[in-house]
């Protein structure tokens, strides 16, 4: 009997940072792990062109996030890693979503309007239709779940819609995928409790990149509050509490464990507990990525690999949308 597909990508913009590690990329490995899934994780290249960027670092952010995916555990013998851009099945199934899709249904989604507000220079086309490509990325390979945060929820449920859209028009040919919740952690800045922890604060984050020393110089001068008191309250206590998260996500630890554990012990002893864990939880992963980076020749080689697969299951899927809606003949 067959596994069920699983689908999900992550764009290679820059550097990745813990916030993205713990609710994505750990979260790949855990899935894949389980022996329960087909899994299809690739690296959503189409999708990057939608910011600002230089053509020339393109290249170099994609090998890097390849390597990120091999370093963290996401393993090209048990998973299908691959290139989005090497699948055109993707943007021509796309395009043949975008005709069934009406311009108010994307005018609503969350994400467009704040990524308008976020790059106000750049507000164009594909950022606008994003959410039919992320349909198609899923719906071509027939994927029945994709992991996702609550603040994703809104995309999958128009790839939902689309699917049965077209299949009530034409005739079933798509899975209306499911999603599985995963916890994704409300990291925040270091720097700045009140502001998400994003690349575009490179101070107050702690990037998977980030060598031992500067992990611990980052955590050790976040800041946190005039009481002294390690306790959870995300109100009142917003910077020690967005440190005890980074804790109980990396120890495994609860919070109220923590609590107990650090009663009566001041900031800088928590400070330099959690900048030991962070360091200790992530040397592997640098000295397997730094190995990574080395092979050049293999990492273009695993991508090539996993695209040709991705490709064929792509292409036999389009060849069956495209007889449904009579261009095949």
Partial sequence: MNKPVLVSGIQPTGKLHIGNYLGALKNFVDLQNSGKYECYFFIADLHSLTEDFETKEKPGQILNLLADYLAAGIDPKKSTIFLQSRVPAHSELAWILNTITPFGELGRMTQFKDKAI???????????????????????????????????????????????????????????????????????????????MSKSRPGGCLFLDDNEKDMGR????????????????????????????????????????????????????????????????????????????????????????????????????????????????
């Fill in 118 to 196: 976020a790059q106000k220079q750049n507000i164009n086309v594909g950022l606008f239709s994003y959410p039919v490509l992320m349909a198609a990325d899923i719906l071509i390979y027939d994927a029945l779940v994709v992991p996702v945060g609550d603040d994703q929820l809104q995309h999958l449920e128009i790839t939902r819609t689309l699917a049965r859209r077209f299949n009530s028009k034409f005739g079933k040919v798509f899975i209306e995928p499911k999603p599985i919740l995963t916890k994704v952690p409300r990291l925040m800045s270091l720097d700045d409790p009140k502001k998400k």
């Fill in 218 to 329: 980052k955590i050790k001068k976040a800041v946190t509050d005039s009481e002294g008191e390690i306790k959870f309250d995300f109100k009142k206590k917003p910077a020690v509490s967005n440190l005890m998260g980074i804790y109980s996500e990396l120890s495994g630890d609860s919070i109220e464990k923590i609590e107990k554990d650090f009663k009566g012990k001041n900031y800088g002893e928590f400070k330099n507990q959690l900048a030991e864990l962070t360091s200790s939880y992530f040397e592997n992963f640098r000295k397997e990525k730094k190995s990574l980076l080395g092979k050049e020749k293999e990492l273009k080689l695993i991508l090539e690999k996993g695209s040709e697969k991705a490709r064929k299951v792509a292409d036999f899927k389009i060849e069956e949308v495209k007889k449904k809606i009579g261009l095949n003949f």
